[in-house]
């Protein structure tokens, strides 16, 4: 706007320009993987074009069960008044073949030489209440049964047996949903991040885990698995290669006690898959690490599986999880706001076959930092000592009492010499 009013030139502007768009490195971003599993423990997987449609009705209440909420609900109620009306045809047919409906009958109704098959039913409307008052076992008092339809029985049966199978699925199928395994995961949280850090003088790659309730988790185990892909020697590509890492436990079961938040912890030795990775070579690694806790809710005895993922960017070489347990007047306090929060370390940037063939490479990082470390604190106590002398030369100067008077002393040789005291 500047340039087009005249007061800075045209030519200086584009100049400028194109002189900041030359400072600015252009970096073009390596196209992101899609996750097998997001965050929140979702398989980013789509079915299509699956031919055999059938076989989901051959499973029709686990596919009531997995169907959404507004399904489910539309289901429920359909279902309820499609049997309504379909029972309230029939007994509008049983009172229109037993001559209920004739109006010549109304005025013998009362008398003993007619009896209809259900009385007061003029109507299909009438059917229709009366079909509700059977299935829901209302029982207003208005319309009810008479023994002179055996027909009208065997509805009667029928209807109620139907009923009940349709009041068993229904309400199944919405327990099922609100108390499902999943709603339990919701409060099972991982880190954010993992790290990578030496620990009793291994590489380890480690997160946190830990359970937001008080009711705990009975029996829980902890697995890793790896997915990349892969192409094997033939030539075969594999697109979802999943590999198990084992889990340092020291408990034989693996069973974790999640009473507080732990941190997992995998050595990679020979048998892991990032065994040949460094900190250099992770960034350009095209892995996904899945997590997965399963263990029984103590409450409701349900089987429960909480999972996420950490992609090569959430990995934090270098670093270590925060404690955030502390013992408070006899009772262990989690700080939660500290859940993913860490700290750098010293660790070699090699990776584990190089620390494995080169000891020595820890020995050096680890003298490496306490060297850093003494330095640090050498010049963060040089830095105190500087600023306590400025600070008391500046308050002498400041603070006219603070400065010692000059006192004259007269010798015997009739001399005066000035000293301070």
């Known amino acids: 706007m500047l340039a087009r009013k005249s007061i800075i ?30 965050k929140n423990g979702a398989c980013n ?62 005025s013998t109704t009362n008398s003993t030489k007619w009896t209809p098959c259900v009385t007061c039913v003029r109507s299909f409307t009438s059917a229709f209440l009366f079909s509700i008052e059977v299935q829901v ?15 009208a029985i065997t509805v009667l049966i029928l209807q109620n047996i139907v009923g009940l199978i349709i009041n068993a699925v229904m309400l199944g199928c919405i327990f099922m949903k609100t108390a499902q395994a999943h709603r339990r995961a919701e409060t099972l949280i991982f880190s954010r991040q993992a790290v990578i850090a030496v620990r009793n003088g291994k590489l380890c790659f480690m997160f946190r885990v830990g359970d937001l309730r008080k009711s705990m988790i009975i029996s829980a ?33 693996n069973n974790i006690f999640l009473v507080a938040p732990l941190i997992i912890c995998h050595i990679i030795d020979k048998r892991s898959p990032l065994y040949d990775i460094s900190a250099a070579d992770l960034a350009l690694q095209d892995l996904e690490l899945i997590v997965i806790l399963e263990g029984v809710v103590e409450t409701t005895g349900i089987t429960t599986q909480a999972r996420t993922s950490y992609i090569a960017e959430e990995i934090l070489w270098g670093h270590r999880f925060v404690p955030i347990v502390t013992e408070e007047e006899g009772v262990y306090a989690v700080d939660y706001s ?55 030369n500046s308050m002498r100067r400041t603070n006219p009492s603070l400065i010692v008077p000059k006192v004259q002393f007269i010798t015997p040789e009739g001399n005066q010499s000035a000293s301070e005291t």
């Open 9 to 38: 030139p045209e030519e200086y502007v584009l100049a400028r320009i194109a002189a900041e768009n030359l400072r600015k490195p252009r970096i073009r971003d390596r196209p992101r993987k899609a996750r097998f599993i997001a």
């Open 45 to 106: 997987l789509a079915h299509k074009k699956i031919r055999e449609q059938g076989r989901f009705l051959q499973d029709i209440f686990t596919t009531l069960v997995d169907l959404k909420w507004r399904h489910t609900l539309v289901i429920f109620t359909m279902s309820f008044l499609c049997s309504w009306l379909l029972f309230a045809m029939m007994w509008w047919l049983v009172a229109f073949a037993h001559g209920d409906m004739d109006p010549s009958t109304e």
């Open 137 to 151: 076992t209302i029982g207003f008092g208005g319309r009810m049964m008479t023994e002179e339809c055996p027909l």
């Open 221 to 253: 185990s902890v697995r890793i698995q790896v997915v990349r892909k892969t192409t094997t020697p033939e030539g075969e590509v594999i697109p979802i290669h999943q590999v198990d890492i084992p889990v340092d436990n020291p408990i034989e079961s």
């Open 338 to 392: 500290k859940f993913g929060n860490t700290v750098k370390v010293a660790a070699p940037r090699c990776s584990a076959r190089e620390l494995d063939e080169k000891p020595s490479i820890l020995i050096q990082t680890l003298q490496k930092s306490e060297l850093s470390h003494q330095n640090s604190l050498r010049k963060r106590n040089s830095m105190r000592r500087n600023n306590s002398i400025r600070r008391s």
